[in-house]
Protein backbone atom coordinates (compact mmCIF):
# COMPACT_ATOMS: atom_id res chain seq x y z
CA UNK A 1 0.00 0.00 0.00
CA UNK A 2 1.06 3.74 -0.10
CA UNK A 3 0.29 5.61 3.18
CA UNK A 4 1.15 9.55 4.11
CA UNK A 5 2.43 10.59 6.96
CA UNK A 6 2.69 13.31 8.80
CA UNK A 7 6.45 13.85 11.19
CA UNK A 8 6.94 15.94 13.89
CA UNK A 9 5.96 19.77 13.29
CA UNK A 10 8.46 22.49 14.37
CA UNK A 11 8.81 26.24 13.58
CA UNK A 12 10.48 27.95 11.22
CA UNK A 13 10.62 32.12 12.21
CA UNK A 14 6.89 32.21 12.16
CA UNK A 15 5.81 29.66 10.06
CA UNK A 16 4.40 26.09 11.21
CA UNK A 17 6.03 23.45 9.22
CA UNK A 18 4.64 19.74 8.31
CA UNK A 19 6.62 17.32 7.12
CA UNK A 20 4.72 15.09 5.37
CA UNK A 21 6.04 11.30 3.92
CA UNK A 22 5.12 9.33 1.03
CA UNK A 23 5.75 5.80 2.13
CA UNK A 24 5.95 2.56 0.23
CA UNK A 25 4.80 -0.70 2.27
CA UNK A 26 5.59 -4.33 0.43
CA UNK A 27 4.80 -7.68 2.75
CA UNK A 28 7.85 -9.96 1.26
CA UNK A 29 8.06 -13.51 2.67
CA UNK A 30 6.22 -12.51 5.87
CA UNK A 31 8.46 -9.22 6.38
CA UNK A 32 7.25 -5.51 5.85
CA UNK A 33 9.52 -3.01 4.40
CA UNK A 34 8.50 0.78 4.75
CA UNK A 35 10.50 3.18 2.76
CA UNK A 36 9.91 6.52 2.14
CA UNK A 37 8.99 7.66 -1.52
CA UNK A 38 8.55 11.21 -1.59
CA UNK A 39 8.46 13.97 1.20
CA UNK A 40 7.71 17.67 1.27
CA UNK A 41 7.87 20.29 3.73
CA UNK A 42 4.09 21.97 3.99
CA UNK A 43 3.92 25.46 5.03
CA UNK A 44 7.24 26.42 3.84
CA UNK A 45 6.55 26.71 0.39
CA UNK A 46 9.33 26.19 -2.03
CA UNK A 47 11.69 23.39 -0.26
CA UNK A 48 14.66 21.70 -2.91
CA UNK A 49 16.60 19.57 -0.54
CA UNK A 50 14.41 17.90 1.93
CA UNK A 51 15.39 14.33 1.81
CA UNK A 52 13.62 11.83 4.26
CA UNK A 53 14.44 8.24 4.74
CA UNK A 54 12.30 6.02 6.73
CA UNK A 55 12.53 2.49 6.97
CA UNK A 56 11.85 -0.31 9.26
CA UNK A 57 11.08 -4.21 8.65
CA UNK A 58 8.83 -5.34 11.16
CA UNK A 59 8.10 -9.56 11.48
CA UNK A 60 4.86 -10.91 10.35
CA UNK A 61 3.68 -14.14 12.33
CA UNK A 62 1.84 -16.73 10.83
CA UNK A 63 -0.95 -15.33 12.34
CA UNK A 64 -0.30 -11.52 11.88
CA UNK A 65 -1.67 -9.90 14.87
CA UNK A 66 -4.56 -11.20 15.41
CA UNK A 67 -5.70 -11.43 18.95
CA UNK A 68 -3.11 -9.34 20.07
CA UNK A 69 -2.84 -6.50 23.07
CA UNK A 70 -1.64 -3.69 21.34
CA UNK A 71 -0.95 -0.64 23.44
CA UNK A 72 -1.06 2.74 21.78
CA UNK A 73 0.75 5.50 23.51
CA UNK A 74 -0.45 9.46 22.34
CA UNK A 75 -3.37 10.37 20.37
CA UNK A 76 -2.56 13.81 20.03
CA UNK A 77 -0.43 14.88 16.56
CA UNK A 78 2.18 16.37 18.90
CA UNK A 79 2.78 16.81 22.63
CA UNK A 80 0.94 18.93 24.79
CA UNK A 81 -1.98 19.74 22.53
CA UNK A 82 -5.64 18.15 22.42
CA UNK A 83 -5.38 17.99 18.51
CA UNK A 84 -6.00 15.11 16.46
CA UNK A 85 -7.00 16.82 12.96
CA UNK A 86 -3.15 15.54 11.69
CA UNK A 87 -2.72 12.85 14.16
CA UNK A 88 -0.68 9.16 12.65
CA UNK A 89 -2.51 7.54 15.43
CA UNK A 90 -5.68 7.18 13.70
CA UNK A 91 -4.23 5.48 10.45
CA UNK A 92 -2.06 3.33 12.96
CA UNK A 93 -4.75 2.33 15.03
CA UNK A 94 -7.35 1.43 12.13
CA UNK A 95 -4.43 -0.45 10.65
CA UNK A 96 -3.90 -2.41 13.97
CA UNK A 97 -7.65 -2.98 13.71
CA UNK A 98 -7.65 -4.33 10.82
CA UNK A 99 -4.78 -7.20 11.61
CA UNK A 100 -7.26 -8.26 13.96
CA UNK A 101 -5.31 -6.45 17.04
CA UNK A 102 -7.04 -5.53 20.53
CA UNK A 103 -5.95 -1.78 20.75
CA UNK A 104 -5.79 0.26 23.64
CA UNK A 105 -5.07 3.78 23.66
CA UNK A 106 -3.72 6.49 26.63
CA UNK A 107 -3.13 9.71 25.85
CA UNK A 108 -3.05 12.24 28.85
CA UNK A 109 -5.88 14.66 27.09
CA UNK A 110 -6.62 14.24 24.14
CA UNK A 111 -8.85 11.16 24.39
CA UNK A 112 -12.22 13.21 24.24
CA UNK A 113 -11.14 14.81 20.75
CA UNK A 114 -9.97 11.91 19.37
CA UNK A 115 -13.57 9.76 19.75
CA UNK A 116 -15.05 13.38 18.31
CA UNK A 117 -13.12 13.09 14.99
CA UNK A 118 -13.00 9.27 14.99
CA UNK A 119 -15.94 7.64 16.26
CA UNK A 120 -15.79 4.77 14.59
CA UNK A 121 -12.15 3.79 15.60
CA UNK A 122 -13.31 4.81 19.18
CA UNK A 123 -16.48 2.07 19.32
CA UNK A 124 -13.36 -0.62 18.48
CA UNK A 125 -10.31 0.51 21.02
CA UNK A 126 -10.65 0.68 24.79
CA UNK A 127 -9.30 3.67 26.28
CA UNK A 128 -6.60 3.20 29.48
CA UNK A 129 -6.64 5.66 32.24
CA UNK A 130 -3.45 4.30 33.72
CA UNK A 131 -1.03 3.79 30.34
CA UNK A 132 1.57 1.96 32.78
CA UNK A 133 -1.09 -0.03 34.33
CA UNK A 134 -1.97 -0.73 30.50
CA UNK A 135 1.51 -1.63 29.33
CA UNK A 136 0.87 -4.98 31.87
CA UNK A 137 -1.55 -6.20 29.64
CA UNK A 138 -0.15 -5.13 25.95
CA UNK A 139 2.17 -7.29 24.44
CA UNK A 140 3.45 -4.81 21.82
CA UNK A 141 3.72 -0.55 23.01
CA UNK A 142 3.39 1.38 19.76
CA UNK A 143 4.66 4.99 21.12
CA UNK A 144 3.05 7.60 18.79
CA UNK A 145 3.17 10.94 20.71
CA UNK A 146 6.51 11.61 22.61
CA UNK A 147 4.35 12.76 26.03
CA UNK A 148 6.91 13.63 28.85
CA UNK A 149 5.37 11.24 31.05
CA UNK A 150 5.72 8.56 28.80
CA UNK A 151 9.27 8.79 29.41
CA UNK A 152 8.74 7.12 32.50
CA UNK A 153 8.50 3.74 30.41
CA UNK A 154 12.48 3.61 31.09
CA UNK A 155 11.04 2.45 34.56
CA UNK A 156 9.03 -0.37 34.00
CA UNK A 157 9.79 -4.10 33.15
CA UNK A 158 9.52 -4.17 29.31
CA UNK A 159 11.59 -7.17 29.00
CA UNK A 160 8.58 -9.75 26.97
CA UNK A 161 7.47 -6.82 25.03
CA UNK A 162 8.07 -5.36 21.61
CA UNK A 163 8.29 -1.42 21.39
CA UNK A 164 7.74 0.40 18.02
CA UNK A 165 8.64 3.77 18.56
CA UNK A 166 7.23 6.01 15.73
CA UNK A 167 9.33 8.94 16.54
CA UNK A 168 12.58 7.84 17.49
CA UNK A 169 12.71 8.99 21.13
CA UNK A 170 13.30 6.41 23.41
CA UNK A 171 17.23 5.02 23.89
CA UNK A 172 16.58 1.71 22.46
CA UNK A 173 19.92 0.57 25.30
CA UNK A 174 17.81 1.73 28.13
CA UNK A 175 14.38 1.07 26.98
CA UNK A 176 15.15 -2.94 27.83
CA UNK A 177 12.52 -4.65 25.79
CA UNK A 178 12.56 -7.57 24.23
CA UNK A 179 12.32 -5.84 20.71
CA UNK A 180 13.09 -2.18 19.74
CA UNK A 181 11.73 -1.24 16.54
CA UNK A 182 11.98 2.39 15.47
Known sequence: GRYKYTVTSFKVFQ?????????AVENKDGILKMSALESTLDGLGIVDDFNLILKANLEATDI??????????GLAFKPDTD?????????????LLESGAKVTAHDPISRDNFRAFFPEISKEIDFADSWKRAVENAKII?????????????????????IFDCR????????GAKRYLS
Open 15 to 23: LDINPVVSI
Open 64 to 73: GLEGENVLVL
Open 83 to 95: DVRDTTSSPIIRD
Open 142 to 162: VLVTCWMEYMDIYELDLSEKT
Open 168 to 175: SSLNPEKV
